[in-house]
Each structure stands twice: as C-alpha cells, then as structure tokens.
C-alpha cells in the first residue's frame, strides 16, 4: 500500500487533469503524502457530513476510532 500511494502522490496531479477530474494544490498533495505517513487512521467526521471544510481544516481535525 505505501509503494502505491507514493507512486500516486508523485503522479496524482498530471493523471487528475488528463482525465478531467481537478486537481489539488501542489502543497495539499505534501500534505496528504504527510499525513499518510504519520499512519493517522479512522475518521475526522463523527458520522456526519462536513461540506464547508478546506482540506487543511479535515487534516487539522483529531481523528475518531
């Protein structure tokens, strides 16, 4: 799973214009590689959703088991 998901983070951002989809920015891609890599798992949302969140402000979030 970790050699895919550097592989990805690396490639993410040309694949997501080739196939329409928008791309984040360069700097959330580090963020997400990061987060990845400090293993934080469960959820950020309590069973609810959050429409209104920037992608720093679901990160920033403590994670619920």
């Not at 998901?5 to 920015?25: E, H, R, T």
Request: proline share 3%.
């Amino acid at each position: 799973m970790n050699d895919f998901l550097d592989f990805y983070m690396q490639k993410a951002p040309k694949v997501v214009q080739n196939v329409g989809y928008i791309a984040f920015d360069p700097d959330d891609y580090t963020k997400l590689y990061r987060n990845f890599h400090k293993t934080k798992v469960g959820t950020v949302f309590g069973g609810t959703s959050e429409f209104n969140l920037t992608l720093d402000e679901v990160l920033a979030k403590r994670a619920e088991y």
